[in-house]
């Protein structure tokens, strides 16, 4: 190895040594399953795949880490954004990071509705237990689109027990009405 070499390997080694004394290190920056918290306060590079910010939002979200949660989610409909499921995500952890639905929140739940209007049943049900839990945190298009998925699920035989769930225990009268009327 020449001089130039060793030299590079060693400051090479040190700048690794140094990231991991701190905590954060090449492999946690690159590995498939990232940890979220070396991701508090920091910018998401923009090289990632998919996959890799679902999990990074999926990892966050578990340890509760909704700000992290939120922008792994972002850059997740960045890389699909035909995906309904990567805007509920994005709805999730912007509701729980701004403590409520706000507007980044519903702009994703209704960029989901807009994607794919009638998604898979368990699709369905998210929505409308997401909407049911902010009820009146929801602009009149979101309750609308909410009762129209529990409609559509009304016609899915395999959706009875849900809905008849939702039917016991839905407080708000729109929703509770719109589930036993599908029993």
């Not at 130039?4 to 040594?17: K, S, Y």
């Not at 989610?73 to 990567?86: D, F, G, I, N, W």
Request: aromatic share 8%; proline share 5%; glycine share 6%.
């Amino acid at each position: 190895m020449t001089m130039g070499r060793q030299r590079l390997a060693f400051i090479t080694l040190f700048a690794l040594g140094a990231l991991g004394a701190g905590g954060l290190s090449i492999s946690n920056l690159m590995s498939p399953n990232p940890a979220p918290q070396n991701w508090i306060g920091r910018d998401l590079p923009d090289d990632r795949s998919a996959r890799w910010y679902r999990t990074l939002g999926e990892n966050a979200a578990t340890a509760q880490l909704w700000d992290v949660a939120a922008k792994a989610a972002r850059q997740e409909t960045k890389a699909t954004p035909q995906q309904s499921a990567s805007w509920q995500r994005l709805a999730l952890a912007a509701t729980n990071a701004a403590g409520r639905p706000d507007r980044e929140a519903l702009s994703a739940l209704l960029e989901a509705y807009e994607v794919t209007p009638f998604p898979a049943p368990h699709h369905m049900q998210w929505r409308v237990e997401f909407a049911a839990a902010h009820w009146r945190a929801m602009p009149d298009i979101v309750q609308e689109k909410t009762l129209t998925q529990i409609r559509v699920l009304g016609n899915i035989g395999e959706a009875w027990d849900l809905r008849n769930r939702w039917c016991e225990r839905f407080e708000a009268k729109a929703l509770k009405d719109a589930a036993c009327e599908t029993l």
